[in-house]
């Protein structure tokens, strides 16, 4: 079975504060990506990457940046955390090349900004 | 663009009733289409797919067909439990990239 990790369930920070959430997978995928999850949005894509070194901006990246420095691991980066960051940030990844579509999700983390 | 449209929650049942959950989407092409679910305090979990039109996902007693000629994929279960109590994500890819478009998710309450 594919095993995607968060390194946090829960995670309080302050305004201001630099936070990194981290995310590793075990399956070799391709494709890894971050969303957020807010009451009545449903989830929100913040970033993907394709490979190693690779990203792309999804819908929402004001205020993030990530990295993937090897192909199991994905990091979140708030730069500068604010209150409306206050969300659960889902991981997931892919097979990727087109092989196979569905996203395999970690357990999720949730941040509160104070 | 591509989106999913899936029916407002919640939904409350009793325990042994039968449930559908609608989902259409909006999609140039062939999507892939999914059903995710996702527990209380977890992240969320594939429950059924289906790659093409006529296709019938299946997996714990859930069913969804997918219905081209309707843009359609609605999830169905004979008889509902308590631990089905969760929140039921309609989920799309088009396959142009490997991006999901997701629904808005449906609160289901099962009541014992």
């Known amino acids: 079975d594919v095993k995607v990790t968060q390194s946090s369930r829960y995670l309080v920070k302050r305004t201001g504060e630099k936070v990194f959430l981290e995310c590793v997978q075990d399956?070799?995928?391709?494709?890894m990506f971050w969303y957020r999850q807010d009451p009545g949005l449903g989830l929100r894509l913040i970033y993907f990457s394709y490979d190693v070194k690779m990203k792309e901006k999804g819908d929402i990246p004001e205020g993030y940046s990530v990295s993937r420095e090897k192909k199991e691991r994905f990091s979140l980066i708030l730069e500068s955390a604010s209150t409306n960051q206050t969300s659960m940030y889902l991981c997931?990844?892919?097979?990727?090349?087109?092989?196979?579509?569905?996203?395999?999700f970690g357990p999720g983390t949730r941040l509160t900004v104070t | 663009g591509d989106s999913v449209t899936q029916m407002e929650g919640p939904v409350t049942l009793s325990e042994e009733a039968f449930l559908t959950i609608n989902c259409t989407y909006t999609a140039t092409g062939y999507p892939s289409l999914f059903w995710y679910v996702q527990y209380p305090g977890e992240g969320l979990q594939l429950l059924l797919k289906a790659t093409k039109a006529d296709d019938k996902g299946s997996n714990k007693g859930f069913e969804a067909t997918y219905r081209k000629e309707t843009t359609s994929f609605h999830l169905e279960k004979g008889s509902v439990q308590v631990s089905d109590s969760a929140v039921y994500f309609c989920a799309l890819s088009d396959r142009r990239d490997d991006k999901i478009i997701f629904g808005k998710g449906t609160r289901l309450h099962i009541l014992p």
């Open positions: 399956m070799d995928h391709e494709n």
């Open positions: 997931a990844s892919s097979l990727g090349q087109g092989l196979r579509y569905e996203q395999y």
